[in-house]
């Protein structure tokens, strides 16, 4: 279960997102909740996978605040970059805001997708996808992540195969990716 000690709210519908695009080159900015109505707008967000020393992934349950996604399992974190703000500097604060966690962040690559949910509204994204590594204590933000757990990899391999409909898309189309790219080999003991 989540620890309640952080309550901060640290995403509003009406911060302005960088619109961006298919080359990542600067087209505006639009209030998050625009950018997400209809079929989407195409804007910069960032994704975090974070392992502890035990080779295993943080995997959160979103908020069932959420308007897109809401509780649903995720990756470790992920947001968007505010304008004039860098990606990797968003992605350190919003680690920090969302889990309590400093830690150095390593950049995999950047990637466009699009996921509608329903007819609610769409995320169109030019992600940027890290990696880090911390044993820090976790302390989530309770009005961003509803529950999380640590998984082996290959346990996150099995249910995404398995119960798919339980996980965010971009979870789904970044995993595999990132699993090549953990730094020890996972094994199924």
């Keep these: 279960m989540p620890d309640d000690n952080s309550a901060r709210v640290v ?15 600067i087209l505006g900015y639009k209030p998050k909740l625009e950018c997400h109505l209809g079929g989407g707008v195409l804007h910069r967000a960032f994704s975090i996978f974070l392992f502890n020393g ?6 959160q349950q979103r908020s069932k605040q959420k308007q897109l ?6 990756n470790s974190c992920c947001s968007h970059p505010r ?19 400093s830690t150095p962040l390593e950049f995999l690559y950047r ?18 996808v890290y990696i ?16 999380w757990a640590f998984v082996k990899p290959h346990e996150l ?23 090549a790219h953990i730094p020890s080999a996972d094994t199924a003991s």
Excluded at 11 to 25: A, G, P, Q, R, Y
Excluded at 111 to 128: M, P, Q, R
Aim: negative net charge.
């Design 11 to 25: 995403s509003f519908d009406d911060e302005e997102l960088i619109l961006v695009n298919h080359d990542d080159t």
């Design 54 to 59: 035990a080779g295993e992934v943080l995997l």
């Design 69 to 74: 996604w809401p509780g649903y399992w995720s």
């Design 83 to 101: 304008r004039g703000e860098a990606d990797a500097d968003a992605a350190a604060r919003r680690l920090q805001e969302e889990l309590a966690v």
């Design 111 to 128: 990637f466009e997708y699009k996921a509608h949910f329903g007819d609610i509204g769409t995320e169109h994204e030019l992600c940027s």
């Design 132 to 147: 880090a590594q911390s044993d820090a204590p976790i302390s989530v933000n309770a009005n961003e992540i509803t529950d």
């Design 157 to 179: 391999d099995e249910e995404l195969r398995d119960n798919p409909d339980n996980y965010t898309p971009w979870l789904q189309l970044e995993w595999p990716h990132v699993r």
